[in-house]
């Protein structure tokens, strides 16, 4: 992406909506990688906002995940329609590629409003990310070796994942017919095109689409570089710059941006309680000031707590990132849950993370920032202010270094629950050493 304030900036081709933030933040390092330029609005740009960025892709991050399936819709199609008013040509619904979901939403209900306001006919459902361990064999979604019901997403905080057959799951949400698109169809693209044009034919709107491996990614990218929309993770993302090539869409092949990302102290606030963050903070005990939140303390006195940590921050050896996190495990999440209730608890935990990420930045000099969960990431990126970012550097599969814009000046690395390995904090940091 280029930093140069233009207002004559070309309409970008591809326009995404993802959302969460992290989750755009996937999407937007995958699209970077496969050589296009590309911005990640935190909110929904304005007409004015997009004219000043020369990109190939616009990916907003919204935060519709778990909110009620109306206003998923409503949000997604209002940045849908800006994307569309900027001039884009392809539209991406980017989702969890874990389909966090429940059985009234939202993956199936924003989906179905696209396929409406775009007038098209038929898309993909492609959460297969094979790089990160996701795959897709006969409509069923694994995390790694164990099928998405048994992988740990049983026991999510918001959306417990207890179906992983995606056909079954993804008919309970949608109004139209949902088909699939077969490992045995993968030959080539035009097997795969040809299977999709079939469907569209027989009046199969929702195509839930197998991939085992990344070499099938490309094989789909290059099938449905015709269709206006697509939806699926971030893995698919990787391969639509080529697939825009090939057809003629797109010209150029860019590298990924090196940024100038500031100096001064780093912390790390993690909100996710999935089992690759659980792990990740456990590691991360041994070199950071660490503290865990007790969250019904939080609940009883929020300002006086937050005032105990500012000052236990205040006080603690600048050399050290601090580390401060909600993150339990299912036995300590249900405690919390049953007195406080799922949303109430996770409203409280994401606002009160939200105004710890304000008062460290202003306060104490930090401005090297990871957050960890997508719906944590949401509140503390909106706390901050910070209206976009500059994608850098990947950490690890999905999760890039970025710069803020608007807001603070920060290198700010979101990290999606699921995502890297054990020393995923430490690999962060020292990176920016
Ligand atoms: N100890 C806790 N008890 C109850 N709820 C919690 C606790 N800690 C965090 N939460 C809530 O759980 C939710 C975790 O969601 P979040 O999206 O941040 O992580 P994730 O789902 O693991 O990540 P991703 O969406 O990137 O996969 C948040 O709403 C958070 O506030
Ligand atoms: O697709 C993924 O797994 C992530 O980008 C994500 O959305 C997790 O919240």
């Known amino acids: 992406m280029t930093n140069k304030t233009k207002t004559t900036a070309a309409s970008a081709l591809l326009g995404c909506v993802a959302d969460d933030v ?61 994307l569309r008013g ?8 980017k989702y969890c590629s874990t389909f966090d979901s429940t059985e009234r939403g939202n993956i199936g209900p924003v989906a179905e409003a696209m396929i409406d306001v775009l007038g098209v006919e038929q898309t993909i459902f492609c959460p297969a990310f094979p790089r990160a361990g996701r795959t897709v064999y006969q409509g ?17 905080p918001l959306n417990p994942m207890q179906d992983a057959n995606l056909v079954r799951f993804l008919s309970h949400q949608v109004t139209r017919s949902v088909g699939r698109l077969r ?9 795969a095109a ?45 391969h639509l710059g080529d697939a825009y090539r090939q057809s003629g869409l797109m010209q150029n092949d860019y590298a990924t941006s090196v940024l100038q990302l500031p100096l001064g102290r780093s912390l790390i606030l993690s909100g996710s309680c999935s089992q690759a963050t659980n792990r990740q903070v456990a590691k991360a005990k041994s070199f950071c000031n660490t503290w865990q939140l007790d969250v019904l303390e939080i609940a009883r006195d929020p300002g006086g707590y937050q005032r105990q940590l500012a000052a236990w921050a205040e006080a603690s050896d600048v050399h050290r990132p601090l580390l401060i996190y909600s993150t339990d495990d ?41 957050v960890a969960g997508g719906e944590t990431s949401g ?17 690890c599969a999905g999760v890039p270094w970025t710069r803020s814009i608007g807001g603070p000046q920060l290198a700010i690395a979101l990290k999606s629950g699921n995502f890297g390995d054990d020393n995923f904090f430490h690999t962060a940091l020292e990176m920016l050493a």
Request: aromatic letters at 4%.
């Open 379 to 395: 509140a503390v990126v909106h706390n901050l202010g910070i209206r976009a970012l500059a994608i850098g550097p990947e950490i």
């Open 140 to 156: 069923h979604l694994f995390v790694g070796e164990t099928l998405l019901s048994e992988s740990g997403m049983q026991n999510h």
């Open 330 to 370: 299912p036995d300590g999440v249900r405690r919390v849950q049953q007195t406080l209730g799922a949303s109430e608890a996770a409203q409280l935990i994401e606002s009160f993370l939200g105004k710890v990420a304000v008062e460290l930045t202003a306060d104490v000099g930090v401005r090297r920032l990871i």
């Open 86 to 93: 900027h001039g884009c040509r392809r539209f991406y619904f």
């Open 194 to 238: 040809g299977s999709l044009q079939k469907q569209r034919r027989d009046g199969i709107a929702h195509v839930v689409v197998d991939c085992v491996e990344d070499s099938q990614l490309q094989t789909i990218a290059t099938a449905v570089s015709d269709m206006p929309l697509v939806t699926g993770g971030s893995g698919l993302a990787r």
């Open 22 to 82: 992290t989750g755009a933040t996937d999407l937007a390092i995958n699209l970077a990688q496969g050589g296009m330029r590309v911005i990640q609005w935190l909110q929904i740009p304005t007409l004015e906002d997009l004219r000043v960025h020369e990109v190939d892709a616009i990916v907003v991050a919204l935060k519709t995940r778990s909110i009620a399936p109306p206003e998923a819709v409503s949000q997604s199609i209002a940045a849908v329609e800006v």
């Open 183 to 191: 490992y045995q169809e993968l030959a080539d693209a035009n097997s």
